[in-house]
């Protein structure tokens, strides 16, 4: 029925693009949601195969599972990948995932802990049939812990991780942040520590089990407002636009919008004084020093918001940048797309889906000197890979009919 075959497979088009950085690594993506696959985002981007397992389409599914996968988030989440059906809950399905994870450098997951033990394809099973296989995996709590069974997403990790307790207004209550920061920032840690493993592979020979959490990824953003608890004791309270500790630092209002500013060292401070006329702020015994600064940041902040009301946002921008002060006007998502310097960074490339036209999506932050950031695949159509795929482990046309009539694919 089929003999093993080296290597993925791929076709002619993609033997043939320039070598990227992860180019010689195989992943296999479980993902799901958005914290899984941001992780896997990160690995295609620079050049891993990847192909991505999801399950076949129940009766009726198919336009619901169109229109999703048409849409915005998804086609940013899934570029650079090819796509395989294959239904795990059969032993032929977990058969094909493990022929693939045989071949493949890396498996990257972020179901509920337990879930891949279940289905047999979690890393200990994995490690049996490959034993330097890397195994990411994402999951709410961590897989250890009381909470280790508790679903999660992004914004209750952001709830208890302290995130929404430091955002927003004084007094407010809490805020959740305007995108999913727990879920990107998982993915991305995830991708940094499977790329660590991957590096220890090349001198232990040997796979590891790669693991984060949201909570985890929060806490970790808190960063120092985390250590102002952890080794002062101290609990931050929200500040609203102005920075924790740092003064003045902030958005502040101007006579017909709002400009971000920081002036916090003495230097800058005493030089922005003068540039909005209230030089008598720098000889202020209350302002003399970056402590007194913040030990009076409530005056400080109301004396430079009166005087930043008698110039608009852009005459303050131009004053302020031409004599080095850090300052920027905030801007609307438009707005962003349309500034001269994002345009110059190329963070938006372009991509040819065949039946949507051309797509506009988000590049990797990253520039590599002598590697292309080009997006250089569409986001794959549900099993659109699944033929070239199983060929490439030996399944014959007869047998991949079977896989199809069976609904294992």
Partial sequence: MHKPVEGFGSTNAQTEKPRLPLSRFKVIDLTLARAGPSCVRTLADWGADVIRVEPPPEDGDAGELVGRRDGSDFQNLHRNKRAITLNLKTNEGREILMRLAEQADV?????????????????????????????GSISGFGQYGPYTARPSIDQIAQGMSGIMSVTGLPGQGPVRAGVAVTDIMAGAFLAQGILIALLDREVSGVGRWVQTSLIEA?????????????MDKKVPPQEGNYHPTNVPMGLYPTADSFLNLAATSNKNFQLFCKLIGREKMATDPRFASSVLRRR???ALNELIATALRAKTSREWFEMMVEAGIPCGPVYSIRDVFSDPQVEALRIKRPVTHPRLGELDLIAQPCEITGFDREIRTATPDLGEHNDEILQSLGYDAEAIAKLKAARTI
């Fill in 296 to 298: 009076n940041k409530e």
């Fill in 107 to 135: 498996i990257v997951e972020n179901m509920r802990p337990g879930v891949t033990k279940r289905l047999g394809v979690d890393f200990e099973s994995v490690k049996m049939r490959n034993p330097r296989i890397v195994y």
């Fill in 218 to 230: 929060g806490i970790t953003l808190l960063d120092f407002q985390a250590t102002r608890w952890t």
